[in-house]
């Protein structure tokens, strides 16, 4: 299974700014066309969505429902008010598994049920619990032209190992920079 | 004067690892020769560096001295022994200026001494301030392909204003990503 977290970030390193606002997202002017038609290019390769409980609390917020319709979710999240209210919105071509604990048997189950390619819709904590169990496969960026200062990074999660990726992509992406790392295995 | 922070960050955004380990840079694998004439041609269009108390102290730790040999260094610290250490090192050629307190009255002091190209030497706390007061011109990043999880990021500085930067060189560089954004005016 191939695991991969698709997402934006500050020229800073960060997802989010302070208390999760991502109103720095709208610095990013690229193709409008082109980056819809990527979006819904890289939407309908993926089978399946991890994501942690701050990123769904804050789809819920915004009034967004699932991340991805069609694909299953694993919920990560101890919180059991949560899973409740995401898994209300499950249907039978969008299950809800609500998950929690170590991701390594979690990300084996995921990979057993089926999955072949899996986004990590966020955040920087999932990613990171993630990458220090070497379960990150790629790592697709856009950058934007701002800094944020604080704020979430693309990985939180202490000291993480060594692992080194390859740069498959490094161009310009209208006013910001598109950057793919790819795991060197 | 035209201000840049020419650093390496890691592909979360961050300048070191915890207590400041500067080890992920053992994995930037450029072309070394052009590495090395990039960085001298750099080092020879500046006349000037500025540099934070934490960044001094690592050069001083890992048996550095001052950051540029030839340029007036003004080091950010209220520390008065780290500001006698430095100073001690200072010759005509090289001579230190300790500042502290607001950056605003030091950069326009520092344009005042004749200075047109500011080196931001580290750390993402003093890129912070500078970003803060609108007196980052330019970035200059090295992305180094492996992530760190946590440590300083490229800029640390609480919530910082929505200064929008120009994508001027987005490029492969070595195994790395090159970036460097400019300033919007």
Known sequence: ?????????????RIAGPDDDLSFLSHIKGDEEDAGSEFASFMSSIDGVIIGGSTMRWLLAHGESLPASGKPVWLVTRSSSLAAQVSALATDETPVHVVSGPLDPVVTAIADSGCSRLWVCGGGDVAGQLLAIDRIDEVVLTVAPVALGSGPALFDGGS?????FTLQECRPYGNSARLVWVRSR
């Open 160 to 164: 993480l190992p060594d692992h080194e």
């Open 1 to 13: 299974m191939h695991v991969i977290w698709y997402t934006a970030m500050s020229m800073d390193g």
